[in-house]
Each structure stands twice: as structure tokens, then as C-alpha cells.
């Protein structure tokens, strides 16, 4: 199991931990998919203590990133989908896997989902992630 050096980027919102109203999301790297839990907050909530389906398509997203970013990979959300099955409220516990499906020279299309602890499907979502330059920026620190 391989886990990401979260240092690197540091104010992202997603994953930084210096950002303090960040989502602090630590994935890790197992069987060829990416891999996190989250529990959404009361930060988090849209209305009547439901997690924000804005706040859930950020997550997804960032298991596209990190799928790739564990391949040696960087990349850009160019195109994202995303279906929400079950309604996510505030301190229930996610499970975020991010994947590859397919992969060209430019592009790389993933799949990401967000189950409960009971295997039950809460979100999905397939992505076309465009691949980054190599002179792209390494952090924002």
C-alpha cells in the first residue's frame, strides 16, 4: 500500500493539510485504485444535516487525481459526470475508490465511487482527466 505525500500540496482544498477549512483527504494506493475515508461535518452540510453534493463531487474528483497521481500521472478534470444514488448526511462515513478505465495519449478516463461502511453505493462518477504538462507547478507552496 502506497500513501501520498499530502506535504506536497499543502493548501489544497481537497487533501492540504495546511488549508484549515480543507476537506484533509488521505488517500492511499492498493489493488490499482485509490483509496480514502471521509465522515462530512456540519461544515459540510447543505441543508438539514445532508453532506453537499458540491462538497461529494469534490471528493470523487480528487480520487481521479490521485489515481493518477500514484501512476507517476498529472492531471486535470477535463469532463465530469456524476450520480448521486443515496443521499450522504453529516457524520456518516464514506468510502472514496478512484480508478483508471482508459487511457490515450492526452487523456485518461477514470471512474470514481463513495460507498457506506455496508458496501452500499451512495455516488459515482467517470471523469476525463487531461494530462498535465511536465512543466506544470509541483506544489503551491
Known amino acids: 500500500m502506497e500513501t501520498a505525500d499530502r506535504d506536497k500540496y499543502g493548501f489544497c482544498f481537497a487533501c492540504g493539510k495546511k488549508n484549515p477549512i480543507g476537506?484533509?483527504?488521505?488517500?492511499?494506493?492498493?489493488?490499482?485504485?485509490?483509496?480514502?475515508?471521509?465522515?462530512?461535518?456540519?461544515?459540510?452540510?447543505?441543508?438539514?444535516?445532508?453532506?453537499?453534493?458540491?462538497?461529494?463531487a469534490v471528493c470523487l474528483?480528487?480520487?481521479?487525481?490521485?489515481?493518477?497521481?500514484f501512476q507517476g500521472l498529472k492531471g486535470m478534470t477535463a469532463r465530469m459526470e456524476m450520480r448521486i444514488r443515496k443521499t450522504v448526511r453529516t457524520g456518516q462515513k464514506i468510502l472514496l475508490t478512484g480508478e483508471?478505465?482508459?487511457?490515450?495519449?492526452?487523456?485518461?478516463?477514470?471512474?470514481?465511487?463513495?460507498?457506506?461502511?455496508?458496501?452500499?453505493?451512495?455516488?459515482?462518477?467517470t471523469a476525463a482527466m487531461y494530462l498535465a504538462d511536465r512543466d506544470s507547478p509541483k506544489s503551491s507552496d
Not at 105 to 125: C, H, M, N, P, Q
Request: charged content about 35%.
Open 100 to 125: 483508471v478505465r482508459k487511457r490515450t495519449r492526452k487523456i485518461v478516463e477514470t471512474y470514481a465511487r463513495a460507498e457506506f461502511e455496508d458496501g452500499t453505493l451512495a455516488a459515482e462518477a
Open 23 to 56: 476537506l484533509k483527504l488521505d488517500f492511499r494506493f492498493e489493488d490499482e485504485k485509490a483509496r480514502a475515508e471521509f465522515t462530512p461535518g456540519p461544515y459540510h452540510e447543505s441543508w438539514n444535516g445532508v453532506f453537499h453534493g458540491g462538497l461529494l
Open 61 to 69: 474528483d480528487e480520487a481521479f487525481g490521485y489515481v493518477l497521481y
